[in-house]
Nanobody, 119 residues
Framework: QVQLVESGGGLVQAGGSLRLSCAAS????????????MGWYRQAPGKQRELVAT???????NYADSVKGRFTISRDNAKNTVYLQMNSLKSEDTAVYYC?????????WGQGTQVTVSS
């Protein structure tokens, strides 16, 4: 089992910044099971959940085109924590942001944190 606890959402004006955090607890997982991919998805009202960014334990990152150059994903492997620094926020970034960690093909999701960007 992997539990994901997110924090850092809120209300910000367009052009502002927010930083999301997601801490993964590994209760029930064998010590031999490593967490490789950690990432963020988002879901806006009336839209499908979409990828925002992912990061591997080796440092590779992947971003949606819509956030490239504005968002930065980073992680602390020792703490099993992933961060999303969001700069130059736009109204279209308004969504619920979900932390995502797949383990052996099983997706684990955080509870979601609301990000609202006012124009």
């Amino acid at each position: 089992q992997v539990q994901l606890v997110e924090s850092g959402g809120g209300l910000v004006q367009a052009g502002g910044s927010l930083r999301l955090s997601c801490a993964a607890s590994r209760s029930g997982l064998s010590i031999n099971v490593s967490i490789n991919v950690m990432g963020w998805y988002r879901q806006a009202p009336g839209k499908q959940r979409e990828l925002v960014a992912t990061s591997t334990s080796s440092g590779s990152t992947n971003y949606a085109d819509s956030v490239k150059g504005r968002f930065t994903i980073s992680r602390d492997n020792a703490k099993n924590t992933v961060y999303l620094q969001m700069n130059s926020l736009k109204s279209e970034d308004t969504a619920v942001y979900y932390c995502y960690v797949p383990v052996y093909g099983i997706p684990y999701w955080g509870q979601g944190t609301q990000v609202t960007v006012s124009s």
